[in-house]
């Protein structure tokens, strides 16, 4: 008898464009979301455009500032729901306040609105909340925003740099596919067609239109933001965050551990998927793709644009493999000598 079932949760309006920040109110009343709410935000997102989304929410809104992702913010904002006693949430920034604030509003079992003010990461709108905790990081279950407002001409004036990180984190889908597939392989791992051909296909999308992202395009936050939702799509349908995270991302968690913040979470999984690529297919394989990709875009392509030294690039290339129970091509971990000659192939070292 066949018994297999799956449950994929995806939000119910996206709503990307220019000026869509003021249609945020719209998007509400559309949801039937009603009473007061909490906007989660960091102090940047706060300050550009906090005014107006309150303005767009009416009903007194509270608003909680987290400095950094954890689970001591997720306790926080839980906490000040319960105290303001708000009804719903809404997640304003780049990836540390969304992630947050979808951790929190799992917990309260309330719903998410997710306005971000960067397309610098994947995690927008995917069923996933990534928390770091102590020496390793929780990728963890909880339900996707109920919306995504995600206004191009507040992106487009941001940071390019958050623009190519976005980027670089739908690049790094490649090596990701690999993993995933290999684990399939090689331990068993349950594998979704589906998830893997959309995740690989944004990737070889943006790829493709690279020449066609350039800082001071508003059109390029809009190439990148798509993306960016496709491969959160992707994560939602294989209920995991598997085509979108193997081994370049947990050599990028390894990175924040050692270093929190010294660079962005997309520049870091573009330069691991250039190692990760040469570690699955060696010196023929396409890391020379992805790294001229990455370079056409402008994202880092080294351990030196990164911010850090050779050492500690090596360091956390042979300890990535413990940051979390997912088989990677690293398997149980690879040798120095191994890594070494990597990084160094690659030009990521050197
Ligand atoms: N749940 C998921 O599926 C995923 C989660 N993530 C998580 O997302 C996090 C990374 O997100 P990021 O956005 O890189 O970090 P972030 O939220 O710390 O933002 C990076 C910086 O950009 C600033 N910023 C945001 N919008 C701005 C704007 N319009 N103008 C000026 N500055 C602005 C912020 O203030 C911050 O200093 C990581 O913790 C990662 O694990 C990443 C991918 C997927
Ligand atoms: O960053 C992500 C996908 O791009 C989320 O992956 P993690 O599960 O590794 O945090
Ligand atoms: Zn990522």
Redesign the pocket.
């Known amino acids: 008898m066949f018994e297999k079932s799956t449950w994929i949760k995806l939000p119910r309006n996206v709503v990307v464009g220019h000026g869509v920040l003021d249609d945020l109110g719209a998007v509400i009343d559309d949801l039937a979301v009603a009473g007061r709410p909490l906007v989660v935000t960091?102090?940047?997102?706060n300050r550009?455009v906090g005014d107006r989304v309150r303005t767009q929410l009416g009903a007194d809104p509270a608003t909680v500032t987290v400095a950094s992702?954890g689970f001591d913010a997720v306790e926080r904002v839980v906490e000040t729901a319960r105290a303001e006693e708000v009804t719903y949430l809404v997640g304003l920034?780049?990836?540390?306040?969304i992630?947050t604030a979808?951790m929190a509003a799992d917990r309260l079992g309330l719903g998410l609105v997710s306005v971000p003010?960067?397309a610098?990461?994947?995690?927008i709108v995917?069923g996933?909340?990534?928390i770091p905790e102590g020496d390793t990081r929780h990728s963890v279950a909880a339900d996707p925003p109920l919306a995504v407002v995600a206004d191009t001409e507040?992106?487009a004036?941001?940071?390019w740099e958050?623009t190519t990180?976005g980027c670089a984190?739908i690049v790094s889908n490649y090596t990701a596919v690999e993993d995933w597939q290999l684990a399939y392989r090689l331990q068993d791992v349950p594998y979704s067609e589906y998830a893997g051909a959309l995740s690989r296909m944004t990737a070889e999308l943006l790829v493709e239109n690279a020449g066609s992202i350039k800082e001071g395009l508003e059109e390029s936050a809009w190439v990148v933001m798509k993306a960016l939702v496709s491969s959160?799509v992707a994560?939602s349908i294989a209920g995991s965050?598997r085509p979108?995270s193997g081994a370049e991302h947990l050599f990028s968690h390894r990175l924040d551990r050692i270093a929190p913040d010294r660079a962005?979470?997309?520049h870091q999984v573009g330069v691991g998927a250039i190692i990760v690529a040469y570690l699955h297919e060696g010196e023929r394989g396409m890391w020379r793709d992805i790294r001229d990709a990455l370079s056409v875009i402008g994202a880092p392509t080294t351990g030196a644009e990164l911010g850090f030294d050779d050492e500690t690039v090596i360091e956390a290339l042979t300890t990535a493999h413990r940051i979390r129970d997912r088989y990677t091509i690293l398997g149980d971990g690879i040798s120095e000598a191994a890594a070494r000659e990597a990084v160094t192939v690659t030009g990521v070292i050197g």
Not at 42 to 45: D, G, L
Not at 93 to 97: L, R
């Open positions: 960091s102090p940047t997102p550009l992702a920034g780049g990836g540390k306040p992630d979808k003010t960067a610098s990461h994947d995690g995917s996933r909340s990534s507040v992106i004036a941001g940071p958050l990180a984190d959160g994560m965050s979108a962005l979470h997309g």
